[in-house]
């Protein structure tokens, strides 16, 4: 089984609608991560979660929710999107302890369309 | 400005030979770490290689070496022996100061084609 999984891998949805992405690690690691991907525009750190608490919130509009009920799990909880949020959402996860970082190991992501 | 700059938006390179994909960073942080991400047509980010900022030795992980110019802030991704199945999107991210999760910076990435 993959390290990181993801589901729904794609997703089409109305800007009425909510739905909510899963992710789900199976490394034993501590950290995990939210990451938008959008054509022709680098990665954008979205959530950081460290121990099951949010410690990074990169300015994203409150139509995005995290969820994070254990160390093996992330949710994003979407609703009223509007369509310049359709993009590849990543999931990403890694250890970390004090003064060691470690690279983070990422899923094969949600590809989310809104009409 | 930004952090990480990839300036090659696309590369061709033939099967078998070598290939250098150029990143350069900026940051006035002593501590640092840098990494190199592949993503295949598929979406997946697949992790290559990484280079802390106090390494003495360039890193390598099989065919992939990263060629860190500390006083250039370049971090190029050499791949030797190119295969068809390099084909993809290549990322440059940086992680800045050591705190207890790593969040990176991602450069605008290079495209590379390898043709037979």
């Known amino acids: 089984e993959t390290g990181v999984t993801q589901t729904p891998r794609h997703l089409v949805m109305g800007m009425t609608n909510k739905k909510s992405l899963k992710c789900e690690q199976h490394?034993?690691?501590?950290?995990m991560y939210w990451y938008k991907q959008s054509a022709k525009k680098p990665l954008e750190l979205m959530f950081v979660?460290?121990?099951?608490?949010?410690?990074e919130n990169n300015s994203v509009p409150s139509r995005f929710s995290p969820e994070c009920p254990n160390s093996s799990h992330l949710f994003l909880h979407l609703h009223t999107l509007q369509p310049e949020d359709s993009a590849l959402y990543l999931c990403?996860?890694?250890?970390?302890?004090?003064?060691?970082?470690?690279?983070?190991?990422f899923g094969p992501g949600t590809r989310l369309t809104v009409t | 400005a930004q952090k990480i700059t990839q300036t090659q938006p696309g590369m061709f390179v033939q099967e078998k030979e070598a290939v250098t994909l150029d990143c350069t960073y900026d940051?006035?942080?002593?501590?640092?770490?840098l990494f190199w991400y592949k993503q295949p047509s598929s979406g997946e980010m697949i992790f290559l290689i990484y280079q802390g900022s106090y390494d003495q030795q360039n890193a390598t992980e099989g065919r992939y070496s990263l060629n860190f110019q500390k006083a250039r802030k370049s971090a190029n991704l050499v791949i030797s022996a190119s295969q068809l199945g390099d084909s993809a999107m290549y990322f440059c991210a940086m992680r800045e100061g050591r705190s207890g999760y790593s969040t990176l910076t991602f450069g605008k990435g290079t495209m590379l084609l390898v043709s037979p």
């Open positions: 979660y460290s121990l099951e608490e949010r410690v």
């Open positions: 490394l034993g690691h501590n950290a």
């Open positions: 940051t006035s942080d002593p501590s640092y770490g």
């Open positions: 990403a996860s890694s250890q970390s302890a004090t003064g060691e970082t470690y690279e983070q190991y």
